[in-house]
């Protein structure tokens, strides 16, 4: 059966892979669901291939071809699961050892071969087992080195978020740290030039009292010229008259003058 197309098994209406196929009088098979769809659609019961009227409303299915079509099927689906590399492709045989010198498998005409004289063979199915626990083990090790990796990932994330959280702490404390030493240098500062603006004040009193009784020795000293002044312009009597008043002035207005008159004439 396995020589047989694929077409030898299509419905002639669906071409697909019969099923359900009903056997009509004229001897032609269509799939029972494709035969009631054509002769509700043309309202007829003629057969679909060469129209010749069924004589059955209910045509028997044809058990030959459904078992073989279902026989069809299911070696095709097991070719196709199977896969062809069970089949040897020097000798068409199944793969049923495996040669653990060339490590592949054969079949039992390559075994008695030349080529493999003086091989090994185990069954295929035992190396298979072999392999998958050797595989399992490999694959349980790989397991385990994922789990470590993934366990050290999170300790590196752990780790970045600290060091991040620790630096915009640091980052935070020199700012604190900073912003108080601007502060002092604010405060000292405003210290330091309110106390230059006291004593800038402090001086310039001092200054303007001294300014004040300068001035006031000036005027004074003004005063008692211009009045010597007009002694000298008088006659020698009031002049002898005025002199004794107005040199006790001129000595309380300046020692020097004062000094400088007493000497004996």
């Known amino acids: 059966m396995s020589s047989s197309a694929e077409y030898d098994y299509n419905c002639p209406v669906c071409c697909e892979i019969f099923k359900t196929p009903v056997l009509l009088s004229c001897s032609h098979s ?9 002769w509700r659609t043309k309202k007829t019961q003629e057969c679909p291939v060469c129209r010749r009227r069924s004589s059955k409303e209910n045509p028997p299915v044809n058990l030959a071809l459904q078992n073989l079509c279902e026989s069809f099927l299911k070696e095709r689906n097991e070719s196709r699961s199977s896969g062809s590399e069970e089949i040897c492709s020097l000798h068409s045989e199944k793969l049923k050892l495996f ?5 592949q498998p054969v079949c039992l005409v390559c075994r008695d071969s030349k080529q493999h004289d003086n091989h090994k063979f185990r069954p295929i ?9 050797e595989l399992n083990t490999a694959l349980k090790s790989l397991q385990e080195k994922l789990t470590k990796r993934e366990n050290m990932k999170g300790e590196f994330e752990e780790t970045v978020q600290h060091i991040k959280s620790q630096a ?3 980052e935070h404390q020199i700012k604190q740290q900073f912003e108080k030493l601007h502060q002092f240098l604010r405060d000292e500062e405003e210290a330091t030039i309110t106390a230059l603006r006291k004593e800038e004040e402090q001086k310039k009193q001092m200054m303007k009292e001294k300014l004040e009784e300068t001035n006031r020795h000036i005027s004074a000293l003004s005063h008692t010229i211009k009045d010597t002044e007009e002694m000298m312009k008088a006659n020698d009597v009031c002049f002898l008259k005025e002199f004794p008043v107005t040199m006790e002035s001129s000595c309380d207005s300046g020692s020097k003058h ?3 008159m007493s000497r004996p004439v």
């Open 168 to 170: 915009e702490h640091t």
């Open 30 to 38: 269509v799939c029972k669901e494709c035969l009631q769809q054509f």
């Open 99 to 103: 040669c653990l010198e060339d490590k």
């Open 125 to 133: 199915s035992e190396v298979v087992s072999s392999y998958k626990d």
């Open 258 to 260: 004062c000094r400088f």
